[in-house]
């Protein structure tokens, strides 16, 4: 597997590895200071983001949903014991407000309808929210400076959303809150909170 979610939590190249570990870092941090008990992982694939938080957030209880079954079935071999079930961002499996987090971390950049996937995320959550997208124009000039996606400018086949930081946060703006915004180059981290 050359692309994709498991490839790049799983590469070995050491400064790959270190922005995710920065990344995860993050995530965790932002979750644990959130004080939430239950967190829905909304494009969770194979649960790397996850079990991060799993293992450094004392007493969180998390439950992931992805598209991507072969994803899902990965994750489960890799993290026993999470629990991940297969479903649609934009059209979640869930009753209103029955988590009090929704992660959704690398994945509105790949919905068209980005606005949709943030109504159904609103829609579970009992408040929180923590969503991630990578930070523009810098992601893409970082694949170029890799030689990744040269011949589409860096940018990720699979991506049909970009966004600067005032990008994210201005469409953000319209539909929640934003408590904290922070880079961990090469990617954008949000906290916010419903209306």
Request: proline content about 5%; aromatic content about 8%.
């Amino acid at each position: 597997m050359r692309h994709g979610n498991y490839q790049k939590y799983t590469h070995p190249n050491p400064l790959q590895q270190r922005l995710i570990r920065s990344f995860l870092s993050t995530v965790a941090d932002m979750v644990e200071r959130s004080s939430v008990r239950t967190v829905l992982d909304v494009g969770c694939a194979e649960g790397f983001v996850s079990q991060h938080v799993r293992r450094y957030v004392d007493g969180v209880i998390l439950f992931g949903v992805d598209l991507d079954v072969k994803a899902l079935a990965r994750g489960r071999v890799l993290h026993p014991g999470l629990r991940m079930v297969v479903g649609d961002a934009l059209n979640l499996p869930m009753g209103n407000g029955c988590v009090d987090m929704v992660m959704c971390t690398e994945v509105l950049e790949h919905i068209p309808t980005p606005e949709r996937a943030l109504a159904e995320l609103t829609r579970v959550t009992r408040g929180h929210l923590l969503l991630s997208v990578p930070w523009e124009p810098w992601f893409r000039l970082a694949n170029l400076a890799r030689l990744k996606n040269i011949s589409r400018l860096g940018n990720d086949p699979e991506h049909v959303n970009h966004w600067t930081a005032r990008g994210f946060r201005r469409f953000l703006h319209q539909y929640v809150e934003v408590i904290e915004h922070h880079i961990t180059f090469p990617w954008q981290i949000i906290l916010a909170h419903t209306r």
